[in-house]
Nanobody, 126 residues
């Protein structure tokens, strides 16, 4: 079992920045790709970014490319999402996810991730 706990969400004005963190505990040796997803009430959860175990392979959703940066510190069992130039449409509940499967490229598919955090709210005001 792996437990994921997100932190760092909050309220920020458009154009501002936030850094989300997700710390894993438990059987972390089974974690490979880590990802961030987000969800707005009434809509499906959507992919934001994902990173391979070693950090050399990264995927981003088109909507966040050039603004968000995902990184990880395996020594701290933590993955980060640096969010810059935030827009009101970035407002959502952000979830951290971990996968026990190895991919050539970090997956953007929800069902490829078996471990999920509880989410941290990000609200961007206009």
């Amino acid at each position: 079992q792996v437990q994921l706990v997100e932190s760092g969400g909050g309220l920020v004005q458009a154009g501002g920045s936030l850094r989300l963190s997700c710390t894993a505990s438990g059987r972390t040796g089974n974690l490979y790709a880590m990802g961030w997803f987000r969800q707005v009430p009434g809509k499906e959860r959507e992919f934001v970014a994902a990173i391979s175990k070693g950090g050399s392979s990264i995927n981003y959703a088109d909507s966040v490319k050039g603004r968000f940066t995902i990184s990880r510190d395996n020594g701290k069992n933590t993955v980060y999402l640096q969010m810059n130039s935030l827009k009101p449409e970035d407002t959502a509940l952000y979830y951290c996810a971990g996968s026990g499967r190895m991919f050539n490229s970090p997956s953007s598919t929800i069902t490829d991730y078996g471990s999920w955090g509880q989410g941290t709210q990000v609200t961007v005001s206009s």
